[in-house]
């Protein structure tokens, strides 16, 4: 049985996504969608897929098994609502939505039809993230350092607060949700950021935040987007006797016998893939981040950037 997947979007995350679903056996991606024709066409070319200028006729021109949703934040809503009206699992790009009323609406609605979903916070397949768990099992974190210093993705929604949810929500959401797997849930705290003439757009281009988990430990978690490039994204996480440094591409971990690196073993995102199609397929049961679970983390990202646009506010969750 071939599963037919479609894919709405057809920018960098589609093609990521789209490259390990067609590496899968017994998966076929039936057809993109994109208003952008020519990448709609681009990228269903690469799928062997039928190309379609919007999510509607995707929908009415293919017999899918799943539909992935790879659109820019301010997207989200409609095309969700459309996929639990058809009862067909949905996989959806982070972050749930630029805002939060549109992902808690689009949660119930998912949860009263108990569809499959998987949301895409990849870190969550690193096996560098699995290892630094059971590290963290005997010794459990007490303080988390998060960074994600880097440029402004060269996209038209990003730099746009109505549009992105700023940064903390379109990219450090995946620290607060790696600070959520190892230390478990955020009880509250404080944050600030701001913008100057160097920063793009009207999004904040630094911002901060003190958090306090319900453990006892504490984190700290800063975002800018004017540094000159990638620059530094990651967290790092003391405990009694150890210290971690997990990046997206390896482990640092420094204990008694002294440091040592892991670097990962597989491409997240091509595990997370395998494990939503095996999820839809009734073959597996290895979804990390299903909608619900997605959304404490959006709750935190969401409450994180309305604390720092407030300068100084408290994060309310
Ligand atoms: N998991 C990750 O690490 C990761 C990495 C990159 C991007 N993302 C997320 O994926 C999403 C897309 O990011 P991207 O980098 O691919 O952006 P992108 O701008 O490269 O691609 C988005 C595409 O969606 C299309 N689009 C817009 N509205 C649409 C609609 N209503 N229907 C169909 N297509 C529509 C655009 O025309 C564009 O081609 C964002 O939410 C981003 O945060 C996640």
Known sequence: ???????????????????????LDGVAVAGVADPQADRARALAKRAGATAYGSWQDLLDGEDLDALYVCVPPHQHGDVEEAAVDAGLPLFVEKPLAGDLPTAERLAARIEAAGLLTAVGYHWRYLDT???????????PPRLLLGAWLDTAPNVPWWARQDQS?????????HLLDVGRVLAGEVAGGFATGGRSPDGPGDVLDV?????????????TF???CVA???YRIGVQVVAPGLGLELTEHELRITDAAGERTVPRQADPIAVEDAAFVAAVRGEGDDVRAPYAEALRTHRVAVAVAQAAAADGGTVQL
């Open 1 to 23: 049985m071939t599963t037919r997947i479609g894919v709405v979007g057809a920018g960098f995350i589609a093609g990521r996504h789209v490259e390990s679903l067609t590496a």
């Open 222 to 224: 800063s975002n800018s």
């Open 129 to 139: 993230l699995e290892q630094a768990r059971g590290l963290l099992a005997d010794a």
């Open 207 to 219: 911002c901060t935040a003190s958090l306090r988990y319900e453990s006892g430990a504490v984190g």
């Open 165 to 173: 949810g700023g940064q903390t929500v379109e990219q450090a959401t």
């Open 228 to 230: 000159p490039r990638r």
